[in-house]
């Protein structure tokens, strides 16, 4: 099993930035991919981006291309989402998922999920 806990989340004025971080724990041998993922109220959760651990590659959604930047630190198991100039209709619940294998954007395709990190953009 992986454990995976989120944090970096709150209340931002929109223009603001925020890093969030994703903290994997257990069996992080069995994994290649972590990955962002968001929810606002009411909507689906949506594919934000991905790291690929084995070819060191990075994925965006094009929605958030040029504002969100993924990175990670491989020694602490830890990947991180960079948010810039934050918008309104950023606020979400983002959530960090885990899978072996490739980086794919479909919910179903991710094995494990943290309990999610609340982020509220005001306008």
């Known amino acids: 099993q992986v454990q995976l806990v989120e944090s970096g989340g709150g209340l931002v004025q929109a223009g603001g930035s925020l890093r969030l971080s994703c903290a994997a724990s257990?069996?992080?041998?069995?994994?290649?991919?972590m990955a962002w993922f968001r929810q606002a109220p009411g909507k689906e959760r949506d594919f934000v981006g991905g790291i690929n651990w084995t070819v060191g590659r990075t994925y965006y959604a094009d929605s958030v291309k040029g504002r969100f930047t993924i990175s990670a630190d491989n020694a602490k198991a830890t990947m991180y989402l960079q948010i810039n100039s934050l918008k309104p209709e950023d606020t979400a619940v983002y959530y960090c998922?885990?899978?072996?294998?490739?980086?794919?954007?479909?919910?179903?395709?991710?094995?494990?999920w943290g309990q999610g990190t609340q982020v509220t953009v005001s306008s």
């Open positions: 257990g069996r992080t041998f069995s994994i290649d991919t």
């Open positions: 998922a885990a899978k072996p294998g490739i980086t794919e954007r479909r919910v179903t395709g991710y094995d494990y």
